[in-house]
């Protein structure tokens, strides 16, 4: 999952952009407004985190820009504490929810990873389809009750196609989701990555659980189990 950073104190930034990538995505920064609505309209973005006290340009003006450019990715805000206002604004200008600072990293984490579930049209951070299992808090996968062992990037691949699961992902969404700019991109590498990751989840070939759509991409086609 790739997401925007747009916060002018360094020290925060830095840490954000630190445990964000640990956590597991991959994370784009921007030091004002300015910077932040140039990235927030032109990478693809799978979330982002505004601060709303931002130099050159507001963050609810970035967040009201961005709505209008019908860019729907979900926006979580930083606010000070204490500030309803804030709050308001920001959500009626677009955002999704909000963190007062200061905060635990791992509220800004939770709050991140139910956004996106929800974009995904998930209600709870364990995606079950079929008999494969991927808990987002963990960053967990299991079979039929067995561990997977995956790597970051496996994990990474599969956490995005099965929040999304039944709709065709292309290669190159998958790519750019994967690797922030300072990485060469290639497409080759995503299609190793899916082929190891379908041995890992079907070492029988028995469950087909990710499609190949020539010229279109991957769609993880075991059904959601939405029943718990
Ligand atoms: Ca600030």
Redesign the pocket.
């Known amino acids: 999952m790739r997401v925007l950073v747009v ?3 360094a020290a925060l930034r830095d840490n954000l952009k630190e445990r964000l990538t640990e956590a597991g995505f991959t994370v784009d920064v921007a030091r004002d407004g300015e910077e932040g609505l140039f990235a927030a309209l032109e990478y693809p973005l799978d979330v982002a985190i505004v ?4 130099p050159n340009l507001p963050g609810l003006e970035v967040i009201r820009r961005v709505r209008a450019a019908k860019k729907s990715y979900p926006i979580l805000i ?1 606010t000070a504490r204490d500030n309803w206002q804030d709050k308001v604004e920001g959500l009626q200008a677009g955002a999704d929810d909000y963190v007062a600072k200061p905060f635990h990293f791992e509220e800004v984490l939770a709050r991140l990873q139910a956004l996106l579930r929800r974009a995904g049209g998930w209600a709870s951070p364990q995606l079950k389809c079929g008999p494969v299992v991927l808990d987002t808090r963990a960053q967990a996968v299991h079979v039929d009750g067995t561990a997977l062992e995956l790597t970051t990037f496996e994990y990474r691949i599969l956490e995005h196609l099965m929040l999304r699961a039944g709709d065709v992902i292309s290669k190159t969404e998958l790519t750019e989701r994967l690797y922030d700019q300072d990485f060469e991109r290639d497409s080759n590498v995503i299609e190793v990555l899916v082929g190891r990751l379908r041995r890992k989840l079907d070492p029988e070939d028995k469950l087909r659980p990710i499609e190949t759509l020539r010229g279109r991409g991957y769609r993880f086609a075991l059904p959601r189990d939405t029943s718990s």
């Open positions: 916060e002018d104190e601060d709303l006290g931002l930083l």
